[in-house]
């Protein structure tokens, strides 16, 4: 294979992984090798800390399980800014609804400001039946931002959760979802065309500059 | 890198290729309005067209179509209710005058010809006429670098130019930054010349109406005067003998004598105007701060800001891409700065030549810092440096190329490539279409 082909191969990688890449690493951890099950009732609260890197904070999201054949009652989850000392959201929501899916998303109007804060989500249990419902969490500290607590009390693991601003989105979902928006769709089809463009021109390039 | 003629062809072909994608892509991008003070110096452009009577609407044109770009939401600000009839009632967008005309005078005289049909698609225009304008600044800096440097310094600095962020951003600006990089290149081309001893006489003159162009473009050509001169005596003092053809002499006369004549007829017939200008570069010249107040730390500080913006800073010193690229792009300049000055104490290469390119960088760098210091205070803009874009991508170029190993050097031209259009996409991706497309 010729060796400009190859440097275009690695253009071309280049290309695909900035645009498929978020620009700004949102707050998460997903559920790792050595992931358990905490156990919700009505007496623990089961916390997760978290420091947000982008403004926009409008959802998040926390993994639950089933551990009864019939989950009845319902879970409270707060969202609270540490950073100002306030509670942001509130929610409410059904158990059997809570582990309907392996991943529950909480949904909130988007915090402008929220680049730098600190938050905390607490999750307890309201009129459980025993063995209910449980959340997952992975044993270290493999989320440096932050730390699973019970009751207040900090535990060596962390939550799985993952915390939803645009900033975190990929500059491909952005063009894309751009060029199904009326108002946008001629500027970001041009700006996907260029985009194919350019990597065809920098291949030219690479071959001449090899050739040469 | 290049040894044949036609294979430079394909070089330059490619390059213009990529930059012309790159400028299509900021295009779709980068809304309107988003330069420095684009509003202002569009409507000094835009109102050359349209009968005096017409300005106010032509305002209130621009300051919906900077409602409908999103201007204000960029600030995060609402926009004003009601909004200005005016854009000289809008907070932070500096002021612009026709007694430094030509740029308008030219972009104008292009909209003309393209008969803009509103002032979204007028903007559209000079936008175009814009990338024209940085691809003729990035032709003339070619046409120098390879007088001086030979033809692969030249592509290698070319290639540095195509694919540079911040250059792409200025080249799709509407303001006058465009006109006054097309000056600089030209400059260098003709001090190229003239220290090359190509109709010596002729291109002194050429240079010094380069010069004098980027003066009646904006005050920051200046410093391109002061660099005409100083190439053009340190042509006579290293050419003592040097004995000027006739014909060349009488070019050069003639040529004086039009710019004088042009200047009394200007001064006549525009002696309002004259005045707005004079008063503008001596203002520009009014110290306003003591000159022994600087401090050293000030000063790095403002050098370090300038290294960190001079790659990529988007939406005007707002848009900063991420650390881990701020740092490959530190890498870059300082490692090219260091390995130019290395060149210049070398004895292996042309010494003239690199003293040439660091004459024209430094000569600007010290005028940024007198400007900013001591005149008219600003925070550290790459587009300061533009003027002297052709020198300055030479000197990346040469230095950086020296840290290369020499069994590396068939493959550093395509690691280059490579380096710079990593830089770009990835400034695209982490910059632009965050902040753009929310």
């Known amino acids: 294979m010729p060796y400009w082909v190859r440097a275009w191969l690695v253009a071309g990688v280049v290309f695909a992984a900035a645009l498929t890449t978020p620009s700004v690493s949102l707050p998460a951890d997903a559920a790792g090798f050595r992931r358990f099950q905490v156990e919700l009732d009505q007496t623990t609260t089961v916390s997760q800390t978290f420091v947000m890197t982008a403004d926009g904070l409008a959802a998040v999201t926390l993994s639950a399980a089933a551990t009864h054949p019939d989950p009845t009652g319902s879970v409270q989850v707060d969202l609270f800014d540490v950073s100002d000392r306030k509670l942001v959201h509130k929610f409410d929501v059904s158990a059997r609804e809570f582990v309907e899916q392996p991943v529950y998303r909480l949904t909130f109007p988007p915090i402008d400001d929220s680049a730098g804060q600190t938050y905390r989500i607490d999750v307890r249990g309201s009129n459980l039946p025993a063995g209910g419902i449980a959340l997952w969490a992975t044993k270290g500290s493999r989320y440096s931002g932050g730390t699973m607590l019970i009751n207040d009390r900090e535990r060596w693991a962390d939550l799985t959760f993952a915390a939803y601003a645009p900033a975190g989105q990929t500059a491909w979902t952005r063009l894309t979802a751009a060029a199904t928006d009326p108002r946008r769709r001629s500027g970001a089809q041009a700006a996907l065309g260029a985009l194919a463009a350019y990597l065809a021109a920098l291949g030219f390039l690479l071959r001449v500059v090899a050739s040469a | ?438």
Not at chain 2, 155 to 162: D, I, K, Q, R
Not at chain 2, 166 to 188: E, H, P, R
């Open chain 2, 1 to 438: 890198m290049i040894g044949r003629p036609a294979a430079e062809g394909a070089v330059l072909a490619a390059l213009l290729a990529v930059f012309l994608c790159r400028a299509a892509l900021a295009s779709a991008i980068v809304p309107p309005w988003q330069g420095p003070d684009e509003p202002t110096h569009f409507t000094l452009t835009y109102g050359l067209t349209v009968p005096t009577a017409m300005h106010q609407r032509m305002e209130a044109g621009v300051l919906q179509s900077m409602v409908r770009h999103g201007w204000w939401d960029l600030y995060e600000d609402p926009p004003p209710d009601p909004l200005p009839s005016s854009l000289s009632l809008l907070f932070g967008i500096g002021p612009g005058t026709l007694a430094q005309p030509l740029y308008y005078v030219l972009g104008s005289a292009f909209l003309r010809v393209s008969r803009p049909s509103d002032v979204d698609s007028a903007y559209r225009h000079l936008r175009y006429f814009s990338i024209g304008l940085a691809v003729l600044a990035m032709a003339f800096g070619w046409a120098g670098s390879r007088l001086l440097f030979g033809s692969e310094v030249a592509a290698g600095a070319a290639a540095v130019a195509a694919l540079h962020p911040q250059f792409l951003l200025t080249a799709i600006s509407v303001n006058s930054d465009a006109l006054l990089n097309v000056c600089g290149g030209f400059v260098w081309w003709q001090a190229a010349r003239v220290m090359t001893g190509r109709r010596r006489a002729f291109s002194i003159a050429l240079m010094v109406v380069g010069a004098a162009a980027a003066v009646l473009t904006k005050r920051l050509g200046a410093v391109l005067l002061v660099i005409a001169v100083a190439i053009a005596v340190a042509s006579f003092a290293g050419h003592r003998r040097w004995r000027p053809a006739w014909r060349d002499l009488a070019r050069t006369a003639a040529v004086a004598a039009v710019g004088l004549v042009a200047l009394a007829a200007v001064r006549t017939l525009f002696a309002e105007e004259f005045g707005i200008l004079v008063r503008l570069w001596t203002n520009a010249l009014i110290i306003r701060r003591p000159l022994d107040s600087t401090t050293v730390p000030e000063i790095f500080r403002f050098l370090r800001m300038t290294v960190d913006y001079f790659w990529l800073i988007g939406g005007w010193l707002r848009f900063q891409p991420p650390g881990w690229w701020l740092w490959i792009a530190r890498v870059l300049i300082v490692g090219g700065m260091a390995g130019a000055v290395a060149a210049l104490m070398s004895s292996g290469t042309d010494r003239r030549s690199m003293a040439i390119a660091w004459l024209f960088v430094a000569v600007q760098v010290m005028a940024m810092l007198f400007a900013v210091f001591w005149t008219i205070p600003s925070a550290p803009q790459a587009r300061y440096l533009f003027p002297v874009f052709a020198p300055i991508t030479v000197l990346l170029y040469v230095g950086l190329k020296r840290a290369v190993p020499a069994t590396f050097h068939r493959q550093w031209p395509i690691a280059l490539v490579l380096v710079l259009a990593t830089l770009d996409i990835t400034g695209f991706t982490t910059v632009h279409i965050p902040t753009y497309l929310r």
